[in-house]
Antibody, heavy 122, light 112 residues
Framework: QVHLEESGPGLVKPSETLSLTCTIS????????WTWVRQPPGEGLEWIGS???????YYNPSLKSRVSISIDTSKAQFALKLRSVTAADTALYYC????????????????WGRGALVTVSS | DIVMTQSPLSLPVTPGEPASISCRSS???????????LDWYLQRPGQSPQLLIY???SRAPGVPDRFSGSGSGTDFTLKISRVEAEDVGIYYC?????????FGQGTKVEIK
């Protein structure tokens, strides 16, 4: 059974960089797009971006100037970095797995992690 | 961006009775290959979202057959044939036709 687990600091200062890692276990890394989704407290879901096993990425244009997602297949991990954070970036950050075509159509987000709460505050 | 609009935003339900949630997209979610890129997710209280339906009407593995997805173009519906207590939570539709993938605002389902 595929299992995803987020890890990283729970508190980040404004203007600094948020860094999270998702560790994949119980399944293969190829074929899928490894994805970050966030949820501000009491709000809905926002797709951040996704990375293929070969490093190819899709990003949400609203965050593209500040975000980078990378993958380390040898460690079965993928990572999120979000620069210049503000209080608006306070959220529960989920990692999950998606199927995508080579034209950017994606579906079936499965095997969500439990989420990592990141608070941006001085 | 494709805007996803759900209704209602709150849905009190009676166990054993049917329920339905509507999702409307600002443009068609049908790809030129005929596939409809519309998913449904359920987030139970205190839990991560889980996939219920993908490609508009395909149930994810392990999802009970009381859940069904239907619709076409820009109008979609998630139906629960007979609500059970474990079905409470927030339901989201999501389009994966084009980036950025976008979610509806969510529909909160609770027992009357």
């Amino acid at each position: 059974q595929v299992h995803l687990e987020e890890s990283g600091p729970g508190l980040v200062k404004p203007s600094e960089t948020l860094s999270l890692t998702c560790t994949i276990s119980g399944g293969s890394i190829g074929t899928y797009y490894w994805t970050w989704v966030r949820q501000p407290p009491g709000e809905g879901l926002e797709w951040i971006g996704s990375v293929f096993y070969n490093g190819y990425t899709y990003y949400n244009p609203s965050l593209k100037s500040r975000v980078s997602i990378s993958i380390d297949t040898s460690k079965a991990q993928f990572a999120l970095k979000l620069r210049s954070v503000t209080a608006a970036d306070t959220a529960l950050y989920y990692c999950t797995r998606a199927f995508c075509s080579d034209t950017g159509n994606c579906w079936r987000l499965e095997h969500w992690g439990r989420g990592a709460l990141v608070t941006v505050s001085s | 961006d494709i805007v996803m609009t759900q209704s209602p935003l709150s849905l009190p339900v009676t166990p054993g009775e049917p329920a339905s949630i509507s999702c409307r997209s600002s443009q068609s979610l049908v790809h030129s290959n005929g596939v409809t890129f519309l998913d449904w997710y359920l987030q139970r209280p205190g839990q991560s979202p889980q996939l219920l339906i993908y490609f508009n009407s395909s149930r994810a593995p392990g999802v009970p057959d009381r859940f069904s997805g239907s619709g076409s173009g820009t109008d979609f519906t998630l139906k629960i044939s007979r609500v059970e207590a474990e079905d409470v939570g927030i339901y989201y539709c999501m389009q994966g036709l084009q980036t950025p993938w976008t979610f509806g605002q969510g529909t909160k389902v609770e027992i009357k």
